[in-house]
């Protein structure tokens, strides 16, 4: 039993260094047979356009890929050794309008040597031209919701800048009357002006705005008004007697926050003519108002005047002694 065990272990050591040796050369030449074989492997190269000129009277209205896949094939070992984004960027010169059709090839991409490409994928681009047309709108703004309680939008709101060029496809351009900004929510805005930056609506497919930069809407918020009209009210004699008085009532509108508004009582405005100053005979006075209260707008007295006949005052009787 022990002579079995010592020969056992004599067939393992006897000559260690040498199997060593002989086992390190097999995987080294397992390895180069290994990478020497002919393998597969797919990457991505970025895709970069050459365009017409924009003074060109076509445009390209189709979608271009980013990039493209290769298929490469050449020895494992080859492959294995490319990084990503070792392979340079594909340039496509699409300058001729003529094109209907792109078509890649293999020697357009800069692959290392050695390696052969297998496929592209795709292998074409469709192409699809279209009239340019360059037109100057008009910006209007996008306004949603409303100004706090108790308030209320003044003057329109207006775009700096008011017009914006638009460059783009003419079956997407023609019928076009504006621009729109992005939606400004007017929510919470508080009475004064405010100057709101705010980007475009995105323009149609393939079509581009002249100005990068953001707009900017002026917005006004004012005191929510209300008008009320109080009709009938008669007019007032002061100062002397009227023989006769063209129209006898007017008309008055009043503008004010509108619970203020709604509470003013009729009977305390008081519209009146002054004749003190006006000799016998006919006259047209302006019609003043008293009994207004503050902070109300007397917006239209209708009609502003009337026509009246000043009765000639009599002479004082002598005072006797």
Same mark, same amino acid.
């Given at each position: 039993?022990?002579?079995?065990?010592?020969?056992?272990?004599?067939?393992?050591?006897?000559?260690?260094?040498?199997?060593?040796?002989?086992?390190?050369?097999?995987?080294?030449?397992?390895?180069?047979?290994?990478?020497?074989?002919?393998?597969?492997?797919?990457?991505?190269?970025?895709?970069?356009?050459?365009? $017409?000129?924009?003074? !060109?009277?076509?445009?390209?209205? @189709?979608?271009?890929?980013?990039?493209?896949?290769?298929?490469?094939?050449?020895?494992?070992?080859?492959?294995? @050794?490319?990084?990503?984004?070792?392979?340079?960027?594909?340039?496509?010169?699409?300058?001729?309008?003529?094109?209907?059709?792109?078509? #890649?090839?293999?020697?357009? #991409?800069?692959?290392?040597?050695?390696?052969?490409?297998?496929?592209?994928?795709?292998?074409?681009?469709?192409?699809?031209?279209?009239?340019?047309? =360059?037109?100057?709108?008009?910006?209007?703004?996008?306004?949603?919701? !409303?100004?706090?309680?108790?308030?209320?939008?003044?003057?329109?709101?207006?775009?700096?800048?008011?017009?914006?060029?638009?460059?783009?496809?003419?079956? &997407?351009?023609?019928?076009?009357?504006?621009?729109?900004?992005?939606?400004?929510?007017?929510?919470?805005?508080?009475?004064?002006?405010?100057?709101?930056?705010?980007?475009?609506?995105?323009?149609?497919?393939?079509?581009?705005?002249?100005?990068?930069?953001?707009?900017?809407?002026?917005?006004?918020?004012?005191?929510?008004?209300?008008?009320? @009209?109080?009709?009938?009210?008669?007019?007032?004699?002061?100062?002397?007697?009227?023989?006769?008085?063209?129209? &006898?009532?007017?008309?008055?509108?009043?503008?004010?926050v509108p619970n203020e508004v709604d509470l003013v009582d009729?009977?305390?405005?008081?519209?009146?003519?002054?004749?003190?100053?006006?000799?016998?005979?006919?006259?047209?006075? $302006?019609?003043?108002?008293?009994?207004?209260?503050?902070?109300? =707008?007397?917006?239209?007295? &209708?009609?502003? @005047?009337?026509?009246?006949?000043?009765?000639?005052?009599?002479?004082?009787?002598?005072?006797?002694?």
């Amino acid at each position: 039993m022990k002579m079995r065990e010592r020969t056992a272990r004599d067939l393992l050591t006897n000559n260690l260094g040498l199997k060593l040796l002989s086992l390190a050369a097999a995987i080294v030449l397992f390895s180069l047979v290994r990478g020497a074989e002919d393998a597969q492997r797919s990457v991505f190269v970025d895709v970069v356009a050459l365009l $017409p000129l924009p003074s !060109t009277e076509q445009m390209l209205v @189709s979608e271009l890929p980013d990039q493209v896949r290769l298929t490469l094939r050449g020895s494992r070992s080859q492959l294995n @050794s490319i990084r990503p984004g070792a392979i340079p960027p594909v340039q496509i010169d699409l300058t001729d309008t003529d094109l209907h059709y792109y078509y #890649f090839a293999d020697d357009e #991409f800069e692959v290392p040597a050695g390696i052969a490409i297998s496929q592209v994928a795709p292998a074409s681009i469709s192409l699809r031209w279209a009239d340019r047309l =360059e037109r100057t709108l008009p910006v209007q703004p996008t306004l949603t919701g !409303t100004p706090s309680d108790g308030l209320a939008l003044g003057e329109p709101a207006r775009v700096d800048p008011a017009e914006v060029t638009v460059v783009g496809p003419a079956e &997407e351009l023609r019928d076009m009357r504006s621009v729109r900004t992005e939606p400004i929510e007017l929510g919470g805005l508080e009475a004064g002006i405010h100057q709101v930056r705010t980007r475009l609506e995105p323009p149609p497919p393939y079509s581009r705005y002249g100005q990068d930069g953001p707009s900017r809407v002026r917005i006004e918020v004012v005191p929510d008004l209300a008008e009320r @009209s109080l009709p009938g009210l008669r007019v007032q004699v002061e100062g002397g007697e009227a023989a006769s008085m063209r129209p &006898e009532a007017i008309s008055v509108i009043l503008r004010g926050v509108p619970n203020e508004v709604d509470l003013v009582d009729p009977a305390s405005v008081i519209p009146y003519v002054d004749i003190g100053d006006a000799g016998a005979g006919p006259v047209v006075l $302006p019609v003043a108002l008293r009994g207004v209260p503050a902070g109300i =707008e007397i917006v239209r007295v &209708e009609p502003a @005047s009337i026509e009246l006949v000043v009765r000639e005052s009599e002479p004082a009787e002598p005072v006797t002694p």
